[in-house]
């Protein structure tokens, strides 16, 4: 079965052109990632890269394989972002500025719902900010 590190380790060593250099990138050692870079080979049913003394080259197979395998790496990453958005919205904060009026009237209701959710983790409250009072309005 292939796994999204097997596709980001092939996209790696076909950026760098060389195992030894896409090894350092990932911070893994040369023999762990030709390891998963031949079960990728195995899975797939053929080599995809071509190991030359200091280089590699992609096969005929690697090339039809190296746009899926960027595809799929970048749909993970917005697969994460996207989950990520969603639980930064859920426990987001948001604060408001108002006039001294509004605070009187509106706020304290808002205040009385406030807490904690324990379902999304989010908080709500009020709090007030005292303005100087030599400030007038223009």
């Known amino acids: 079965m ?5 596709l980001e380790y092939l996209v790696a060593v076909v950026d760098e052109g060389s195992f030894t250099r ?3 990138l990932l911070h893994v050692t040369q023999p762990a990632l030709s390891h998963q ?8 049913g ?8 200091r280089s590699v080259r992609l096969t005929p197979m690697g090339r039809a ?3 899926h ?3 799929a790496l970048a749909d993970a990453g917005r697969a994460r972002t996207a989950a990520r958005q969603v639980a930064h919205l ?3 904060e948001l604060r408001l500025a108002t006039l001294y009026s ?3 009237g509106v706020l304290p209701q808002l205040s009385k719902r406030g807490g904690r959710n324990t379902a999304t983790g989010s908080r709500s409250g009020c709090s007030s900010i005292a303005t100087p009072t030599s400030w007038r309005p223009p």
């Open 2 to 6: 292939t796994t999204l590190r097997q």
């Open 22 to 24: 896409a090894a350092e």
């Open 37 to 44: 870079i031949r079960a990728l080979e195995q899975s797939t």
């Open 46 to 53: 053929g080599f995809l890269l071509e190991r030359l003394p």
């Open 65 to 67: 394989m190296l746009p």
């Open 69 to 71: 395998a960027r595809a």
């Open 90 to 92: 859920e426990q987001g």
């Open 102 to 104: 509004v605070s009187l």
